[in-house]
Structures are given as C-alpha cells and as structure tokens.
C-alpha cells in the first residue's frame, strides 16, 4: 500500500476557497464568468470553488493530455472539448488543479485568447513553481507546493486517490514529479 502524508485536509482546502471565491468575486464585480475546467483534475476543486462565487456563472469542460505517468510529456493534446462550446467577448476563468511545468495552462490560454475570450484569467488550486518551464502565470493559486507529488481532491496517480477529500503527497509512489 502507497504511504500518504496529509499536507491539506478538508477543513484548509475549504477554508482557502472561500478566500479564493471572495477575491474572484471583487475582481469580476457582477460580471459573469465563463468558467473552463480542466477534467478530469479540477473536477471536485471546480465543484466546491463556483458554488461560493455570487457571480453569474457558465461552466464549460475540456480534457487535455500532456501527461504519462508522472512525466509531463510537452506535448498537449486535445481529448475532450465541446463543438459548440465559444469563448468569444467572454470572460474566461481556466479553473486547473495543478500548474506544474505550466505546459498544459500555456496552451490553454494561448487556445481560448485565439477564440477570442474577452480576458482570460487562471485559477490553481496548486502551483509547483520551481517545475516551471513555460512562463504562464496563475491570477488566483490555492496553495504554494515544492517538488512533490500530490494526489486527493481530484489529483490521481493512475486514475485513484481523486476522492479523498484532502491533498497528500504520495511517500512511495513515484517519488518526485
Ligand atoms: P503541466 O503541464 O503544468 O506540467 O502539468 C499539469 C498537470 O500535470 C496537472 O494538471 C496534473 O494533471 C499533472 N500533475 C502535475 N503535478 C502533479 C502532482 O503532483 N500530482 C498529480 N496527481 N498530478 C500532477
Ligand atoms: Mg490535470
């Protein structure tokens, strides 16, 4: 069995989200925002974070693939994205869980600013920064994590572990990401 050390639990996850939805709210005043979630990671963090937003909200989701195993492979390909999902003169808030090499929000942002998205903003629930590669940058992070991988909350290794309802580094899992 794979060890798990508790580095978030329900209560902190919770408790930074509502400080998260109240900074979003200020910021977006009573625009709406069309929210663009990254499954399958940002699934429960999505769920919880839009339900404490007062802010008209439209939720979209798309999948992306950059990832074997624990390696970031560079190469982002789309898996899931709805036809007749449009971004153009909206305001777009890219709700991710984790912004680790920054490979998969870069081409994210890159793809909804050609859609023509009115502004386009993103939101971690995580952010590794010493594994940046790419230059992208998160408008509203969670919590500050060194070079460690995670699972909970959404985060998988090999599909399990999205339910806890806590973020825990997996001890002797795949070791660092
Ligand atoms: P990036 O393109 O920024 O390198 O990769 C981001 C994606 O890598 C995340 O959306 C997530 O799926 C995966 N990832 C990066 N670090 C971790 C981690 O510590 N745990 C898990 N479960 N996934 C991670
Ligand atoms: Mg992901």
Request: with cysteine; hydrophobic share 40%; aromatic share 10%.
């Amino acid at each position: 069995m794979a060890k798990l050390k508790v580095l978030y639990t329900e209560r902190q996850i919770q408790d930074r989200l509502r400080e998260l939805a109240q900074q979003i709210g200020q910021d977006y005043q009573d625009r709406s925002i069309t929210a663009v979630v990254v499954l399958k990671g940002a699934l429960f963090f999505a769920a919880d974070l839009l339900r404490l937003l007062p802010n008209p909200v439209s939720v979209q989701f798309v999948e992306l693939k950059s990832y074997a195993g624990t390696e970031s492979s560079g190469d982002v390909r789309i898996h899931y994205w709805q036809e007749e999902f449009q971004v153009g003169g909206r305001d777009v808030l890219i709700i991710e869980d984790i912004l680790d090499t920054g490979i998969t929000l870069d081409f994210l942002v890159r793809k909804v600013e050609q859609m023509g998205a009115r502004s386009v903003r993103v939101c971690c629930l995580l952010e590794k920064p010493a594994r940046r590669r790419v230059a992208v940058q998160a408008h509203y992070v969670g919590f500050i994590l060194s070079d460690v991988f995670v699972v909970g909350y959404g985060l998988d290794y090999e599909e399990r572990y999205r339910n806890l309802s806590y973020i825990a580094q997996l001890e002797d899992g795949p070791g660092p990401a």
